[in-house]
């Protein structure tokens, strides 16, 4: 197990990138935390409030196979997508009711190999799915998908609180202990 109350406050999400690297949403530090695999913060992602980078309740993280990491910024209302060396090369989304990239209450998002990022507001109760194929910027999304049996499906499997690795082991996210389990 690693961190504390210092180095979490309210991790809400992981995410394990290809070189080993832990990617923790913690939300009411308004950051992500970058441990290595041995529990060793390496990296705090946060920004004062007038830079690109700056995280305000931070609910979902997600690495790709390239190391781009995507964030739920469900306190900006935007989903931010960060290069390999944690500089953001896309944000969209706004608050708003309606509209493609509109956000009222962001609660998680998942990457799949297909090259798109599904984030879920659970205010709306709608799945924006937006393609990740530039490198550049992330289009506004491609459907807007109501809460349905399917979507539940698609969802349940990208939570990741819960992430088996390679040799067979598995990371889990304790919120209450504020540590996540290896």
């Known amino acids: 197990a690693f961190g504390n109350e ?5 991790p809400v999400d992981v995410a394990i990138g290809a070189d080993g ?14 441990f290595n695999f041995d529990g060793e913060l390496k990296r705090t992602m946060s920004a004062p409030s007038d830079a690109a980078e700056n995280l305000v309740r931070p609910v979902g993280v997600e690495v790709d196979e390239r190391g781009y990491l995507f964030v739920a910024d469900a306190g ?3 989903m931010k997508k960060f290069d390999p060396s944690y500089k953001v090369v896309a944000s969209v989304g706004s608050r708003a009711k309606t509209g493609s990239g509109a956000f009222i209450e962001m609660s998680d998002l ?3 190999d297909s090259g798109k990022v599904y984030v879920a507001d659970a205010e709306k109760n709608t799945i924006q799915i937006f393609s990740t194929e530039r490198e550049s ?7 807007v998908l109501p809460f349905s049996a ?8 990208a939570v990741l609180d819960r992430v088996l690795l390679e040799d067979g082991s598995e990371v889990v996210l304790e919120s209450k202990s504020r540590k996540a389990l290896i």
């Open 150 to 157: 399917e979507i539940e499906e698609i969802l349940r499997e």
């Open 21 to 34: 690297r832990v990617f923790v949403a913690d939300e009411t530090g308004n950051r992500i935390q970058v």
């Open 76 to 78: 900006n209302f935007k």
């Open 110 to 112: 998942a990457v799949v």
């Open 6 to 10: 210092q180095t979490l406050r309210k």
């Open 137 to 143: 910027h992330l289009p506004l999304p491609s459907r």
